[in-house]
């Protein structure tokens, strides 16, 4: 079986809620880095693309109408290539590379497009038709549970914030540690981008030339100070979980063959992925089981892995992971991770694929594992292995 490499991957700069991007639509956001990618492959002819797949959470807006074809069309590409948006929340991005890869792997494509868009400040309200069986209230489409079928169970339909706390019960996770934490995600994203990390894996959009979400110079005392959101008595603040965020990844997957219908050498070989389903409100602790499965199937163990990139929904989530893998926290998220980064969902798991080859290359590092935590109890893993 053929097999599936990241050549190449890029991605916006992810804005703040009503911020920097809030002028601009997702499918422009979409359009912008799918022509940057493709203009960044030397011997690329566009028609060679075999296929676009993104992600995308909403898909109530003005990405609705299958947004990576709308992508497609506005960033030039010939109306031969053909395209396709998936919807896992959180892991759709990640979702997008994974299809690509199988794509790649079967010998359906040799060039695909991967990866996701999503303004959340864009996610508009919705109103169910009229009729006397509906309920006529507006619902925010931007972040968790709408419209919800009373059939489901009630503890199944809490808050994210709240599955959260229940986490945090459950494993013992201080205040005191998703606040470290958190300070820790936004001083390496600094770091990262005075380094120059991101100068190759961003594009500018609408002015915007750098995460707008980046506080490196907050301190524990200002973490400290404020309160918590789900529960009067609990820890999860804004500062220690994601924020809302607008932003597009695309991600260039190929066969071994695309290397001369590129101009570009392979970075990263996909070895390993996985799903892996629970209970909803358990879904920050999905990443556990998903990372395992990725692992074994791609024949390696925890012992092997030199890179984490492990999508930060909540510090809490996060350490509980980090914690159940018994991983080395210091390869965790070196680069910075969604706290300070940003989590426009579905262009979380194009960051994440990117980062990781990034990383694995600049640690000289041979295997990686991406992992995304997904709303109603899922969550997926993508094992690298660097080739660069």
């Given amino acids: 079986m053929p097999a599936a490499y ?15 991007l809030a002028d601009s639509r997702p499918d422009d956001l979409a359009a912008h880095v799918v022509k940057a990618l493709a203009g960044g ?13 993104l992600g995308n959470a909403n898909g109530a807006g003005e990405e609705n109408r299958n947004v990576a074809r709308m992508a497609g069309l506005l960033a030039g590409l010939p109306t031969s290539v053909p395209a396709t948006t998936v919807n896992r929340l959180c892991g759709s991005g990640l979702d997008a590379v994974i299809s690509a890869s199988r794509s790649i792997e079967t010998g359906d494509a040799d060039v695909v497009v991967a990866g996701g868009v999503e303004s959340m400040t864009r996610a508009p309200w919705v109103l169910m038709k009229p009729a006397p069986a509906l309920d006529a209230s507006l619902v925010s489409t931007t972040l968790g549970w709408r419209l919800v079928n009373e059939k489901l169970p009630d503890e199944w339909t809490v808050s994210l914030g709240e599955a959260n706390e229940q986490l945090r019960e459950r494993f013992s996770i201080s205040r005191e540690r998703q606040d470290e934490f958190a300070l820790r995600s936004h001083q390496l994203a600094q770091q990262a981008w005075d380094d120059g990390f991101y100068d190759e894996l961003v594009t500018p959009v609408a002015g915007l030339t750098k995460d707008e979400g980046i506080r490196a110079s907050s301190t524990p005392e200002k973490l400290a100070s404020l309160k918590p959101v789900f529960r009067p008595d609990g820890t999860i603040t804004a500062a220690n979980a994601s924020p809302l965020n607008d932003g597009a990844s695309a991600v260039l997957v190929g066969s071994a063959a695309a290397a001369d219908l590129l101009g570009l050498a392979p970075r990263a070989r996909i070895a390993g992925r996985a799903a892996h389903a629970c209970d909803p409100p358990e879904f920050g602790f999905a990443p556990v089981a998903a990372a395992q499965k990725a692992l074994q199937r791609a024949g390696i163990g925890w012992g092997d892995v030199g890179a984490v990139e492990l999508n930060e929904a909540f510090a809490v989530q996060a350490l509980a992971c980090v914690d159940a893998w018994k991983a080395d926290p210091e390869i965790v998220n070196v680069r910075g991770g969604a706290i300070a980064i940003g989590h426009p969902l579905g262009a979380s798991g194009g960051r994440l694929i990117g980062n990781l080859a990034a990383v694995l290359a600049e640690r000289n590092e041979r295997w990686g594992v991406a992992a995304i935590c997904i709303g109603v109890g899922q969550a997926l893993a993508v094992v690298l292995e660097n080739v660069a």
Avoid: C, K, M
């Fill in 41 to 53: 492959a030397p011997a690329l002819d566009p028609a060679r693309i075999d296929e676009i797949v």
């Fill in 6 to 20: 990241v050549y190449q991957a890029l991605r916006t700069p992810f804005g703040r809620f009503n911020g920097a």
